[in-house]
């Protein structure tokens, strides 16, 4: 069985940092590229970044690039978001998000979700 | 950047109703289209993909059909569990959009 566990999230100032972990464990984890998603309070869904399973592709929204890093540790079966300069609407509940795609892709829709990690900028 | 625009926002119907939900891109994506399902207070579960790919353990009730910009989403028979908001996402390139969701509820 799949599972997707992300930690990380909490309360932090404006201008501040965190950084977003998701351990995975019941696939291949180095065989599947990953995607972050966030939603706002009361909103809808919004994709943040994509990594493929090697790592070598990454692709973030334009509402992040720049501030945002992805990456991802297979040794650890980990993936990560190192978030800088956070904004008060950087504020929601951040998914990490497994994809089907796992050969020479990085999209392909995802099928497995973690329960999400709350981030909160407020000073 | 490819733009998802779907309708309605939201919609009310009764069960055993047929509900069509439509999702339009701003530019052609073949059929690299995905369809997730969102219960109250709960994680998106992944429908359809492909445009019209039922996912494992999704009731035959679902499906989906559209290539290049128009797609559609259809529930045959409209269950008290199907309650949810529902997201069209194209994966044709990134930034991998949703559009703004549907929101289902039983009349």
């Known amino acids: 069985e799949v599972q997707l566990l992300e930690s990380g999230g909490g309360l932090v100032q404006p201008g501040g940092s965190l950084r977003l972990s998701c351990a995975a464990s019941?696939?291949?984890?180095?065989?599947?590229?990953m995607s972050w998603v966030r939603q706002a309070p009361g909103k809808g869904l919004e994709w943040v970044s994509v990594?493929?399973?090697?790592?070598?592709?990454?692709y973030y929204a334009d509402s992040v690039k720049g501030r945002f890093t992805i990456s991802r540790d297979n040794s650890k079966n980990t993936l990560y978001l190192q978030m800088n300069s956070l904004r008060a609407e950087d504020t929601a509940v951040y998914y990490c998000?497994?994809?089907?795609?796992?050969?020479?892709?990085?999209?392909?829709?995802?099928?497995?979700w973690g329960q999400g990690t709350l981030v909160t900028v407020s000073s | 950047d490819i733009q998802m625009t779907q309708s309605p926002s939201s919609l009310s119907a009764s069960v055993g109703d047929r509900v069509t939900i439509t999702c339009r891109a701003s530019?052609?994506?073949?059929?690299?289209l995905a369809w997730y399902q969102q219960k109250p207070g709960k994680v998106p579960r992944l429908l359809i993909y492909a445009a019209s790919s039922l996912q494992s353990g999704v009731p035959s009730r679902f499906s989906g059909s559209g290539s290049g910009t128009d797609f559609t989403l259809t529930v045959s028979s409209l269950q008290p569990e199907d309650v949810a908001t529902y997201y069209c996402?194209?994966?044709?390139?990134?930034?991998?959009?949703f559009g703004q969701g549907t929101k289902v509820e039983i009349k």
């Open positions: 019941g696939f291949t984890f180095s065989s599947n590229a």
């Open positions: 530019q052609g994506i073949s059929n690299y």
């Open positions: 998000a497994k994809d089907r795609c796992n050969t020479n892709c990085y999209a392909r829709g995802f099928d497995s």
């Open positions: 990594i493929s399973g090697g790592g070598g592709t990454t």
């Open positions: 996402q194209n994966y044709n390139s990134a930034p991998l959009t």
